[in-house]
């Protein structure tokens, strides 16, 4: 399983193997069930996740609804969302599948950084780029109409659809599931896609 | 005006004199004039920029519309967004009054991150912070109704409505300028705030 992580840094930065081995020796990789509750709103963050196989779903309860704020698939790292007190959970991450993930703690990443210096670059780097993707992201859902915003995620991440419930992707495009429901019907006849 | 820059650092972490005088060396404090644009939508995307004085703010045009997604006051650094290619801006960034910036290029912070290992640690501590930020103000706007981010803002950033003309900030919002002021009379007449 470490080979995933392996493959996910270096595609930023090759690994030497006294690194490769540092990693191994973090023993961070965990498998959870289909359900789990990896982080409930309120609890004290402690780090992120990388997604190495399977799915997570982030989302917060608003009058009883969940929302979908995100689903995270395979090499997709998950950034807590702090609330108002900056320390605790603002949203819940569950697995949507049977996943495996890599589990991260402050000081064990403190540490790390420490003995090898080139991963705090390493995670500036990927910190920009999640940074400048949530931007760009942002920006495309407050300037596309619901149905733009379903037929972009059906070309960037077509196979998120098979894998999580109608009802969740339509939390996570901001509308009601008969709205979504009737998206698909009109996009499918239009056969714009 | 290098000392705002320096009490914005300093936020993170004590400078010493010699990065101090590091700082000045780098000569990236910059005037513009209210109605300058920066950044236009397509432009090769040299950095970013930190807001010592005055105001900025980010749009893209959409069917001949502008559209406004962000606003950046004191000590706000904004990060470009990206277009699909990657290297190209996709949004335009201009100057809603006279400001004072400070113009960061890839160059320049290779050579000081070299010199000044601490930066990348600094960096990455503003990188997350943002990443932070924009996860959670991302999830507030899609849970939350045109009258709540309104109250939002008028809520974190009072200042800020005084300072730029309505119609951006109801774009800003996502909504029509007639929708905001609908909403700030009602507002007003339920003495929310």
Known sequence: MENYLFDFIEQYMPLTEEEKKAIVDLDIIRSFKKGTILVKEGDIIKGGYLVIKGCLRSYCIVDGEEKTTGFYTETVPIVPVFGADDSRAAHF???????????GNP????????????????????????????????ADFKNSTPEQRYLDLLKNRPGLLQRVPQHQIASYLGIKPQSLSRIRKRVAQNGTV
């Open 93 to 103: 991450v569950s697995c949507v599948e049977d996943s495996i993930v890599t589990v």
């Open 107 to 138: 000081d064990m990443e403190k540490e790390t950084m420490e003995k090898f210096p080139r991963f705090e670059k390493l995670c500036l780097i990927i910190s920009e780029q999640l940074l400048e993707k949530n931007l760009a992201s942002f």
